[in-house]
């Protein structure tokens, strides 16, 4: 128990905050405000190091718990209600890495999913109604590093970033069917960082055209 602070309010440990150092438990901290465990904190570093959980009442809502084990790698598990409104879980294992899903109602409004396996790494899906309005798409798969983002079914508003074989890191962003106010950036074998901003009939358009060896990149 070398070098450890104790803060503790009362004998019912409301809101009381521990940080210990020692051979066994090196670096620990524990806040806790009441009994039933109510905005509960809790980090540990011992045999599998740095596990956090953050727990608000009984009934898991608003729960936060981040642990690393031999199992389950680097876990992140986020619930606010039985209903599993807004959960964010994030798991490292050995059959799914790197897995975030987040979702808030049984409708699956505003609903991210992101996970590496086999088949579609590095994967983000995000939906916030039926009818695709805002929707997020990031995927990595036979056409690699593409993402879309649509608001409603006339696709205004859209942002679409793709890497294929033809046409390798291209970004596209539209706001309506008559095609006002978008910018379009490719890069292909023929024409290598080209970047097209477009008005309505065409007025107002500027294009930048490089070539061999200019690498683009969309953050």
Do not use: L, R, T
């Amino acid at each position: 128990m070398n070098s450890f602070v104790v803060v503790e309010h009362d004998e019912n440990m409301n809101s009381f905050v521990v940080v210990e150092h020692d051979e066994n438990m090196n670096c620990f901290v524990v806040v806790e405000h009441d009994e039933n465990m109510n905005c509960f904190v809790v980090v540990e570093h011992e045999n599998m190091n740095s596990f956090v959980d953050v727990d608000h009442d009984e009934n898991v809502n608003n729960f936060v718990d981040v642990d690393h084990d031999e199992n389950v790698n680097n876990f992140v598990d986020v619930d606010h209600d039985e209903n599993v409104n807004n959960f964010v879980d994030v798991d490292h294992d050995e059959n799914v890495n790197n897995f975030v899903d987040v979702d808030h109602d049984e409708n699956v409004n505003n609903f991210v999913d992101v996970h590496h396996d086999e088949n579609v790494n590095n994967f983000v899906v995000a939906d916030h109604d039926e009818n695709m309005n805002s929707f997020f798409v990031v995927e990595h798969d036979n056409m690699n590093s593409f993402v879309v983002i649509d608001h409603d079914e006339n696709m205004n508003s859209f942002v679409v970033v793709g890497h294929d074989e033809n046409i390798n890191s291209f970004v596209v962003v539209g706001h309506d069917e008559n095609i006002n106010s978008f910018v379009v950036v490719e890069h292909d074998e023929n024409i290598n960082s080209f970047v097209v901003v477009e008005h309505e009939n065409m007025n107002s358009f500027v294009v930048d055209d490089h070539d061999v060896n200019i690498k683009f990149c969309c953050c």
